[in-house]
């Protein structure tokens, strides 16, 4: 079962705009949560992190909220701009843990 | 200093077959991870080594094992290859625990036929 999701498969944004990319867990055991951005033919890629005793990391133009109550965390992108087109996954562990948990993506589309 | 590296990068095989793809992890990281990349399952956990020992498996068939050596280096094998495991297949690399910052290799696409 999927413990990590991203509802949305595709988001489009113009540029300069926020991008609002968004996930939902449900396992209360995870603690540390990242995203990563993936470019075709490519590994993902680290972009930020936060654990369950934050609820906002912030760098540069990227920004992570989490709230544990609702098992809901975001990515803010601001601002857009056309290189960020990628796909983006959420993940989540549990401080023990060895694994990450992924969502299945958003596929970002930036255009100018 | 170098990233993860992966080989074959795309590998291509038959029904029945088995295959092993390599992982090189970041000189210093002793914990290399396992993920399979499908478009209807997104990245799924397979397996994690440390120190040649797994610490952690996923939910997938006894076809799907893998090992890690004394310089960390890791191989996955899949035997009795099915058409369902045509995928990309990640290998992560950490310092200690996963969750800390994972680096990824670029992947190995395998294709069974």
């Known amino acids: 079962d999927q413990q990590v999701k991203q509802n949305s498969p595709s988001l489009s944004v113009q540029e300069g705009r926020i991008s609002i990319l968004n996930c939902d867990y449900t396992?209360?055991?995870?603690?540390?949560f990242l995203w990563y951005k993936k470019y075709p033919a490519e590994g993902p890629t680290f972009l930020i992190s936060i654990s369950s005793i934050k609820d906002k990391n912030e760098d540069g133009r990227f920004t992570v909220f989490l709230n544990k109550s609702a098992k809901h965390l975001s990515l803010h992108i601001v601002p857009s701009q056309p290189g960020d087109s990628a796909v983006y996954f959420c993940a989540a562990s549990e401080f023990s843990g060895y694994a990450l948990n992924f969502g299945k993506g958003t596929s970002l589309l930036v255009t100018p | 200093k170098a990233g993860v590296t992966q080989t074959p990068r795309y590998l291509i095989k038959t029904r029945g077959q088995q295959v092993t793809l390599s992982c090189s992890p970041i000189s210093g990281h002793r914990s290399v991870s396992w993920y399979q990349q499908t478009p209807g399952q997104g990245l799924q956990f397979l397996f994690e080594?440390?120190?040649?020992?797994?610490?952690n498996k996923g939910n997938f068939p006894g076809r799907f094992s893998g090992r890690q050596f004394s310089n960390s280096r890791s191989e996955m094998n899949v035997s009795t290859l099915e058409l369902g495991d045509s995928a990309l297949y990640l290998c992560?690399?950490?310092?200690?625990?996963?969750?800390?910052?994972?680096?990824f290799g670029q992947g190995t696409r395998l294709t069974v036929v």
């Open positions: 992560a690399s950490s310092s200690d625990r996963i969750n800390t910052e994972a680096f």
């Open positions: 080594y440390f120190s040649e020992t797994q610490r």
């Open positions: 396992n209360s055991m995870f603690d540390y």
